[in-house]
């Protein structure tokens, strides 16, 4: 079957560093997504990787290893509006994402 | 500004009422998707489309319809309303499957009594 994993929350404190994991087994790899969505609101887009390595966006990173099934995303100097649900989604062989049920950010001051 | 819209934001209903919710995109994309987001899930793939008149039944379809009658439109009608069926609803859409990211709408909180 099908499994994305990441943990279902994490706590952090403003100003630091956090990265959230996520591994996944699926049929095929055609690509890595990080959404960002705040409770009540829809899912935002933030990174994608499909080559192995770090893409860096602002204060945002993810970084991708295809031959480990693992992802992470890495969110530097933390401010209180980042508190919200992260979703790790892959793009399958049939070119439909499969979703991680998402990790809840909390950040404390 | 392109944008993608859905309708009504709530709703309430109950057991074996057929509902509708409504999905309008402006982006002029060929694909799109609804999902349903419950606790401790990731979203669920429920039916998607790849152009007008195309529909394909995702990973939880069962109960559920849609047609494309036009590029904007996308509608997911609940045939007879389930206490199962209290969720919420994203719908999305993208212009490439094979690279580009989902958009996503505001969502739709259904709950049926």
């Known amino acids: 079957g099908q499994n994305i994993d990441q943990p279902t929350e994490m706590t952090a404190t403003e100003g630091a560093i956090v990265q959230i994991n996520c591994t996944y087994q699926?049929?095929?790899?055609?690509?890595l997504f990080w959404y960002q969505q705040h409770a009540g609101e829809a899912p935002t887009f933030l990174s994608y990787n499909v080559l192995d390595g770090l893409e860096e966006k602002g204060r945002f990173s993810s970084f991708l290893s295809r031959s480990k099934g693992y992802s992470y995303l890495l969110l530097k100097e933390l401010q209180m509006k980042d508190s919200a649900s992260y979703l790790c989604?892959?793009?399958?062989?049939?070119?439909?994402?499969?979703w991680g049920a998402g990790t809840k950010l909390i950040i404390k001051p | 500004d392109a944008e993608i819209t859905q309708s009504p934001r709530h709703k309430i209903t109950e057991t074996g009422r057929q509902v509708t919710l409504a999905c309008h995109q402006t982006?002029?994309?060929?694909?799109m998707f609804w999902y349903r987001q419950d606790l401790g899930h990731g979203l669920r793939l429920i039916h998607y489309?790849?152009?007008?008149?195309?529909?394909n039944k995702g990973e939880v379809s069962d109960g559920y319809s849609v047609s494309r009658s036009n590029t904007e439109d996308l509608p997911l009608t609940l045939e007879s309303a389930a206490s199962s069926q209290t969720s919420v609803y994203f719908c999305a859409s993208s212009l490439s499957l094979e690279v580009d990211e989902q958009y996503f709408g505001p969502g739709t909180r259904l709950t049926v009594t």
């Open positions: 489309s790849y152009g007008v008149q195309d529909t």
């Open positions: 699926t049929s095929g790899f055609n690509g």
């Open positions: 982006w002029n994309h060929n694909n």
């Open positions: 989604a892959v793009r399958d062989s049939n070119y439909q994402l499969i």
